[in-house]
């Protein structure tokens, strides 16, 4: 079996020494003020209360300054991660990786004048299997805090290519959506946000857990049986804010562990036997294999871990979903139906 090696180019890390330096600097200034304080001839009790105000305000100072510092960390981080696994999903099914970061987007816009509404639609991956184009969104959570944030925004914008190439083309596209976990942190190890590049890939190339991938009404379906939240990406306010489903974590497992819990799933749900239905879920089928094991990343293996996946075994999921794609998008998931709206490519 031929070796494949990640060629994954993370994110370069924050440095912590200016952090350190800057702290210094307000902590020498809190000193040279309280040392002012004292030449003023106050009141024992008042230059007590004034320097307690003082050690406080500069305590506070210093406290944002490293939680500013470890946020940006753990963005870097994030994003690192997530292009480890979009490496890694590509070196385990082939295709062509469409951006290295989160932050790279692919403009497209709406109608030919030009004028009209612009959206971001920037998928992970994409691959051809006898001429039938499959997107790829990969997420990647630890095992612990596995609820993987997927953003309306997105679904809405991979729902209106899907339409458009099912009702425009001879070739029946799909969407898939690749869950990985890895294994969180134990007592004693370094949070994935103080790892050194090197170190993370060695993490990850250790400590991943297991894959999932779904399709499209399987997607829908998992989304419908979770939670979620109204979400601003930069800080979490503002009028820019996009609904995020949570997806469970017990979720995940059980479709890990169970044959095929689908129906049953549905079947919880106000009106679920309706609904999967609609969503064709009795045509779905799963296979359960092991990742390959001739896949490297700094020099080390990347452990085989669990691949789950589902498929559709026809095509009557997309037959249904071009007749219906209007119901099931904005009235159980309350999306926009970006086909129905245009009728044209953004």
């Known amino acids: 079996?031929?070796?494949?090696?990640?060629?994954?180019?993370?994110?370069?890390?924050?440095?912590?020494?200016?952090?350190?330096?800057?702290?210094?600097?307000?902590?020498?200034?809190?000193?040279?003020?309280?040392?002012?304080?004292?030449?003023?001839?106050?009141?024992?009790?008042?230059?007590?209360?004034?320097?307690?105000?003082?050690?406080?305000?500069?305590?506070?100072?210093?406290?944002?300054?490293?939680?500013?510092?470890?946020?940006?960390?753990?963005?870097?981080?994030?994003?690192?991660?997530?292009?480890?696994?979009?490496?890694?999903?590509?070196?385990?099914?082939?295709?062509?990786?469409?951006?290295?970061?989160?932050?790279?987007?692919?403009?497209?816009?709406?109608?030919?004048?030009?004028?009209?509404?612009?959206?971001?639609?920037?998928?992970?991956?994409?691959?051809?299997i006898e001429g039938r184009k499959i997107f790829s969104e990969v997420k990647a959570v630890s095992h612990k805090n596995s609820k993987p944030f997927c953003g309306s925004t997105q679904l809405e914008n991979y729902c209106h290519d899907l339409l458009r190439d099912a009702f425009e083309t001879m070739f029946s596209p799909e969407l898939e959506y690749a869950f990985f976990r890895y294994r969180h942190r134990t007592d004693g190890e370094k949070r994935t946000a103080s790892l050194a590049n090197w170190e993370l890939k060695r993490k990850l190339s250790s400590d991943t857990r297991d894959l999932l991938i779904v399709p499209a009404n399987a997607l829908f379906l998992m989304f419908l049986s979770s939670n979620g939240n109204w979400i601003n990406q930069e800080n979490n306010k503002g009028p820019d804010e996009e609904f995020y489903w949570k997806i469970y974590g017990s979720l995940i497992s059980r479709m890990h562990i169970e044959q095929n819990p689908l129906v049953d799933i549905a079947g919880n749900l106000e009106h679920g036997v309706e609904f999967a239905r609609e969503?064709?879920?009795?045509?779905?089928?799963?296979?359960?294999?092991?990742?390959?094991?001739?896949?490297?990343?700094?020099?080390?293996?990347?452990?085989?871990?669990?691949?789950?996946?589902?498929?559709?075994?026809?095509?009557?999921w997309l037959e249904n979903f071009k007749k219906n794609h209007g119901k099931i998008l904005v009235e159980h998931l309350g999306v926009r139906d970006l086909y129905q709206e245009f009728k044209v490519p953004f």
């Open 1 to 128: 079996m031929e070796k494949v090696v990640l060629g994954v180019d993370f994110e370069k890390q924050l440095d912590k020494r200016p952090i350190d330096r800057e702290t210094d600097e307000i902590e020498e200034e809190l000193e040279r003020e309280i040392e002012r304080l004292k030449t003023r001839g106050l009141k024992p009790s008042l230059l007590e209360a004034r320097i307690d105000e003082l050690t406080k305000r500069t305590a506070s100072r210093v406290a944002i300054k490293y939680q500013t510092f470890h946020n940006a960390r753990l963005n870097i981080a994030k994003h690192n991660i997530g292009h480890f696994y979009a490496h890694l999903y590509q070196a385990i099914f082939g295709g062509k990786l469409l951006r290295k970061f989160k932050t790279e987007k692919e403009p497209y816009q709406n109608g030919n004048s030009g004028e009209e509404e612009q959206r971001n639609f920037h998928p992970d991956h994409i691959r051809f």
């Open 279 to 316: 969503l064709c879920l009795q045509d779905i089928d799963v296979e359960r294999s092991v990742s390959p094991g001739n896949i490297y990343c700094c020099g080390r293996r990347v452990i085989p871990f669990h691949v789950t996946r589902y498929y559709n075994k026809t095509g009557k």
